[in-house]
């Protein structure tokens, strides 16, 4: 524990790309697995994450305070260009929703998890933090309302689980809703983040109520064979129907972001997009230069460009 402990506080000072690539040399599985309990740690923007040292996100946020940090400070910048709510879908352990609560300002975070281990956390994190803006939700979301299966994650991994058509061992049911149904009486919306393991569409397809009133950019992972597998959909289907929402998709790559080109798309097994409306296609160079900026940042005292 106390090389851990070191190795956290060299990575303190470190740009999250050095920092990352210094965990994965000096941290091996089996040190990783002999660690246990739980553990309390400040989020690189402010506020404090509850975490379980056996999952492999949260050990990942013990050492950096992040997990996605991409993703989380191009919420940050978002959230500049056009103030409102964000909606986050398969919220996990809340690696991401300690951070984007206090991105929302006076607005308002609407985080979805079914896992009840997983949402044990969420709460947590509210409680610890008194964050009065964070609304939790412990529901699958899709395109239509109902009943659904939900494959329970692996115990090492909390964000594995999916929504599945067989019952068997491994499987819960859950409440299925849509994100039109259930957030219908907001009045605001910036971004809709979501990682739901190739359900993308379908959370995407029970919003467009929502898109149409407010044009929220989206953050999504893409991974072809979780949308094929999973949700019998393709990335030229899922490419296709977001263009026709308006809206221009781009790779979120190390250094920037990078246009999709569904024409020479090749085969990337984990990708995450940020989808741009149309209109929004100005600030294209300010959302990637946040990216670039950040990728140098060590995140000391909680600074983001």
């Not at 402990?5 to 920092?19: Q, Y």
């Not at 309390?40 to 975490?51: L, P, S, W």
């Not at 999952?55 to 910048?77: M, P, Q, T």
């Not at 140098?296 to 909680?302: H, K, Q, R, S, T």
Request: aromatic content about 14%.
């Amino acid at each position: 524990m106390k090389r851990i402990k070191l190795i956290r506080g060299l990575c303190l000072f470190l740009p999250p790309l050095i920092a990352q690539k210094l965990r994965s040399h000096l941290i091996s599985k089996k040190s990783k697995q002999e660690i246990k309990g739980e553990f309390r740690r400040k989020a690189f923007f402010g506020g404090n994450f509850i975490g379980n040292f056996n999952d492999f996100h949260s050990f990942r946020f013990y050492i950096h305070g992040y997990f996605e940090w991409r993703n989380v400070v191009l919420a940050y910048k978002i959230q500049k260009l056009k103030a409102g709510d964000i909606i986050e879908v398969g919220a996990n352990v809340g690696t991401e929703t300690v951070s984007l609560v206090k991105i929302t300002g006076s607005n308002q975070l609407h985080a979805f998890e079914p896992v009840k281990e997983n949402f044990s956390y969420l709460k947590a994190i509210k409680k610890i933090n008194d964050y009065t803006n964070l609304m939790l939700y412990q529901n699958l979301v899709s395109d239509v309302s109902g009943i659904a299966f939900f494959k329970q994650p692996d115990p090492f991994n909390s964000g594995s689980g999916h929504i599945t058509s067989v019952e068997n061992k491994g499987t819960l049911k859950y409440q299925v809703v849509t994100l039109d149904e259930i957030l219908s009486s907001i009045n605001s919306c910036s971004l809709i983040m979501m990682d739901v393991e190739g359900f993308e569409l379908n959370v995407l397809r029970g919003s467009r109520g929502l898109i149409s009133r407010f044009k929220p950019y989206f953050i999504i992972e893409v991974n072809p064979l979780f949308l094929k597998e999973r949700a019998n959909i393709n990335v030229s289907s899922l490419y296709k129907e977001i263009w026709e929402m308006g809206y221009e998709c781009f790779y979120i790559e190390k250094w920037r972001i990078e246009k999709v080109e569904i024409n020479e798309f090749q085969d990337k097994s984990n990708k995450n997009w940020l989808c741009i409306p149309i209109e929004d296609l100005k600030y294209k160079r300010q959302l990637s230069q946040t990216i670039k900026y950040n990728a140098l940042n060590p995140f000391i005292n909680f600074r983001i460009f």
